[in-house]
Nanobody
């Protein structure tokens, strides 16, 4: 089982990024997937989850209206479109599949929002 996040980087406030999470070693369409982020010294924060078909999504208040989760099960890939980015969105972003104790995580991708 493997999850590989990509698409992070440095962006100015107000900018956009699209993160990807490539899944392998399991059947993606069977699972609801979560997106999380973590700032050094703080607990990992859940920011979004997307249902197996992609038809239902939920978002934390901090990102609601700015972030959009989607998925392409045929490509075994999930996406997180992030718009109107703020400095407080700076974090390492992870996707998680509920397989195994605590779920399984990718290595994360760094997002830095700074002018």
């Amino acid at each position: 089982l493997q999850l590989v996040e990509s698409g992070g980087g440095l962006v100015q406030p107000g900018g956009s990024l699209r993160l990807s999470c490539a899944a392998s070693g399991f059947t993606l369409e069977y699972y609801t997937i979560g997106w999380f982020r973590q700032v050094p010294g703080k607990e990992r924060e859940g920011i979004s989850c997307i249902s197996r078909s992609g038809g239902m999504t939920n978002y934390a208040d901090a990102v609601k209206g700015r972030f959009t989760a989607s998925r392409d099960n045929a490509k075994n890939t999930l996406y997180l479109q992030m718009n109107s980015l703020k400095p407080e969105d700076t974090a390492v972003y992870y996707c998680n599949v509920p397989i195994g104790v605590g779920g399984s995580w990718g290595q994360g991708t760094q997002v830095t929002v700074s002018s």
